[in-house]
């Protein structure tokens, strides 16, 4: 066996919320002597970036946050070492960890987010407990791979229950929609993107042209949900991929068919609960299921992982832009900035 690493870089992140100060700071760390029984040490490959890095870097997320923590919750790696218990992972796998480590199921009660709870993923190494790896879809390059466990899993669980030939819209052009996009058309759903930019619209009318992609620009149309029923006769949407928050939500609940759903994945605007205002008339009234996302469990990151391989379906083109780890500052801003199309990420 070869030998082993007895250090690790990772990024931690600062804490200074000051605009312009570094957000993160690269640090060398001790890794264990020894592996216990079922840990896994897992050479990362690739890390990619979400909106919420960028977020909890700068102080915004809702939740607590650990104090210095690692950033980064989207990783694919290679198990290097395995603890002498481990059972279903050997040397040489692919895989990355589930987001939400105490979500095995859905129906544990507890929470523990990578880069909020415990450490993140921004490191060249990691160790993590064998239940909470899943293997990776051996035909995705290493950067295609990371995109997987968050962006990924959470497109898979807002799509959920909804069938061939029905209608989706799904709000903007980051990387969880664009995920979404690449599920809803592979699972022959007629697609809606909305987004604040006509060029970013056209970009992607070039690049998903059959069958055709309809688009709304949110931000020259602030009634968006009026265009929307406009491109589905009136009747609106069977479901929404809602990133907006307090700002989209009674939009798009607006714009979707009665008894539709609305996958409430972000909070991407400023929150003002007054924008709520009927809102429970309007769930009623519309018989709307209103369901909240976060990620997903290790099931459904491997039923993504099991469909990703049946439909041997590639990311290439919605990968933004790709760096070297040592460029994570840069990259958290870039994300921060929101100039991206789909996913960036960092390569070590
Ligand atoms: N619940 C979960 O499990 C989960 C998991 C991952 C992410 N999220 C959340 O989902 C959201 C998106 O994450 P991401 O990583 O995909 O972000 P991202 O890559 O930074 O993408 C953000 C994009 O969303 C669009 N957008 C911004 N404000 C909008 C609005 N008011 N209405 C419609 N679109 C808007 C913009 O697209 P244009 O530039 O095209 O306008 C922007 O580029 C974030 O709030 C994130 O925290 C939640």
Redesign the pocket.
Known sequence: MPDLPTTRRAFRRTDDFTPGTPKVKLVTEDLPAKLSATSVLVKVHAISL???D??ITNGGNPWPVTPNGIPCNDAAGEVIAIGDQVKYLEIGDRVAPI?DTENLTNRETGRSWLAADEDGVLADFIIFDERVLCKLPQHLDWVQASIVP??GT?AW?ALKGVKFGRTVLI???????MFALKLARAAGLRVII????DK?LDDLKRKFSSPPLLTVN??THPEWHEEVLKLTDGVGVDLVVE???S??LIKSMKCTRRGGIVSV?????KQDNQQFDGLLGLIIDRRTIVRG???GSKQDQDDLCAAITATQMTFEDIIDSTQPFEKAEEAIQY?WE?K??GKSVLTV
């Open positions: 979400n909106y919420r960028a977020n987001v968050c962006a959470t669980s709000q903007g052009t980051g990387g969880v929609a909305s987004s604040s930019s970013k949110y931000s990133v907006g928050g700002s989209t994945v972000g909070y991407l605007s996302i976060n990620a994300i929101g991206q199309v």
